[in-house]
């Protein structure tokens, strides 16, 4: 499988991004998919997953702020970034949850300025 994500950038805290994610294959509609943040000097970690059936899960540092969603029909997931925070800045990776190990891509960088 291959993922493919886009849309970080800079922005202003107090701004909003939205992050997205494309994967090959037919098999996206059948995994949980997530999205995962490193940011300098810190370990990856999982900042939103959606199953199969649209259930969500966010980690404490962005509850209410992100939003993940998923399209099948397009093999898409994409993260909605609100009240972005200069803590939020990383690469941002998506992948299934629990992660493929062979299946990170570039990532894409989110920069939030204070």
């Known amino acids: 499988v291959q993922l493919v994500e886009s849309g970080g950038g800079l922005v202003q805290a107090g701004g909003s991004q939205r992050l997205s994610c494309a994967a090959s294959?037919?098999?996206?509609?059948?995994?949980?998919m997530g999205w995962y943040r490193q940011a300098p000097g810190k370990q990856r970690e999982l900042v939103a997953a959606i199953n199969i059936g649209g259930s969500t899960k966010y980690g404490d540092s962005v509850k209410g702020r992100f939003i993940i969603s998923r399209d099948n029909a397009k093999n898409t997931v994409y993260l909605q970034m609100n009240s972005l925070k200069p803590e939020d800045t990383a690469v941002y990776y998506c992948n299934r949850d629990p992660p493929w190990r062979d299946a990170w891509g570039q990532g894409t960088l989110v920069t939030v300025s204070s």
């Open positions: 294959g037919s098999i996206f509609s059948i995994h949980a």
